[in-house]
């Protein structure tokens, strides 16, 4: 087996590396690209109790409030913040910033189209293309923060951060939206899915306006940002690893009581990323980025943390995988039909945990052979 390796963008496979990161990467693509099937089993066996709870979380919330399934995407976006720090500085400190502008530029590039290639591309009608999607929003965040953190410094990052969050606060909150005035947070009736109806052309996810929409692209910069500033405390070589993990804490319960409070006023609402649920999400990200961190790197407890590592050093590639490689299919050569009947009530969970472990065998291939896709 290799040496560990340790993770900055995830882009391309390092010498050395922070093995956590790659890690909390994986464990966020791991309920990414498995929680459906997941879900689907854990909801056969679930009458109540906590395994109902569980599935429940599994869940996005239909408008206001916070599950954990609200925390996957704004969580990779967050990671997204703390690679660049790693990725770009050394760019910065080997070259110039020229240089790392222009790596910046057609690496968003790049991402934004092949977010258009996972919506269909353009294989249907014009008009049925998607413009914003998931991979498109990780795009224009990696894209932006990564042209702010080469031009400002720490202090002017924080305000722009603020200025995001409070900004989004004042426009939803002030700006009136035909038919339903002004302070209107509800589906449809609020400015950001207003000016997705508007000026978002083409496809959009929920009809008329995008949970990845125009106007709620800002804060989810914002959510990069905090990432960013996570990456520069992970980074800084005057810290020791303790005052890493306790900065870290502290700025993930500091976002989480800003944020909760915030939501009496301003709810978390993920479909249109309100600033409390940038800091909601941003807070629980962080706690888990310190969790990670003194687990894995302080502690060295790292072999549970292997099958995340496959994932983490290959996000795109099991993101498409399930495009061309249809691993259910494989799990029910040995687990569907009269065997699958065999578990009973646990047949889907047994299915899930199969088609999972595929992918897992998929990628700890990869990672054997060192065989990364890079972007």
């Not at 408008?63 to 500085?89: M, N, Q, R, T, Y």
Request: glycine content about 10%; aromatic content about 14%; proline content about 4%.
């Amino acid at each position: 087996m290799p040496e560990p390796i340790t993770a900055n963008d995830g882009s391309e496979p390092a010498k050395s590396r922070l093995l956590s990161l790659d890690a909390l990467r994986g464990f966020d693509m791991f309920w990414i690209v498995g929680a459906h099937e997941l879900v689907r089993g854990l909801e056969q066996l679930a009458g109540g109790g906590l395994l109902g709870l569980i599935a429940e979380q599994l869940h996005h919330k239909a408008w206001a409030g916070f599950h954990f399934e609200d925390l996957i995407f704004p969580l990779f976006v967050f990671i997204a913040g703390v690679s660049l720090v790693f990725s770009l500085e050394k760019t910065l400190r080997q070259t110039d910033r020229r240089t790392a502008t222009l790596r910046i530029l057609r690496r968003g590039a790049l991402l934004y189209f092949l977010g258009i290639l996972y919506y269909g591309g353009f294989s249907t009608s014009f008009e049925n293309i998607r413009l914003l999607g998931v991979l498109q929003r990780i795009a224009l965040c990696y894209l932006f923060a990564g042209l702010l953190f080469c031009y400002l410094k720490p202090k002017a990052l924080i305000g722009v951060c603020a200025g995001l969050l409070l900004g989004y606060w004042a426009l939803l909150s002030f700006v009136p939206v035909p038919g339903h005035g002004a302070g209107n947070f509800a589906e449809g009736a609020n400015l950001a899915n207003y000016v997705d109806q508007q000026y978002l052309p083409l496809r959009k996810h929920d009809g008329d306006h995008d949970p990845e929409g125009l106007l709620s692209t800002l804060p989810a910069l914002a959510s990069c940002l905090l990432g960013v500033f996570a990456g520069l405390v992970l980074k800084n070589p005057t810290f020791t690893d303790r005052k890493k993990v306790l900065y870290l804490v502290a700025g993930g319960l500091a976002c989480l009581a800003v944020g909760w409070a915030w939501h009496l006023n301003f709810p978390v609402i993920k479909k249109i990323w309100t600033s409390s649920f940038v800091l909601v999400a941003g807070g629980y990200s962080c706690l888990l980025l310190a969790a990670f961190y003194q687990v894995i790197d302080v502690w060295k407890f790292q072999k549970w943390a292997l099958p995340f590592v496959w994932i983490g050093v290959n996000p795109i590639t099991i993101y498409f995988g399930g495009k061309f490689i249809d691993f259910e299919a494989m799990a029910k050569l040995f687990v569907g039909g009269p065997v699958g009947a065999a578990f009973g009530q646990y047949s889907e969970l047994v299915l899930a945990v199969t088609t999972l472990g595929f992918g897992f065998l998929f990628l700890r291939f990869l990672y054997l052979r060192k065989i990364f896709l890079r972007v």
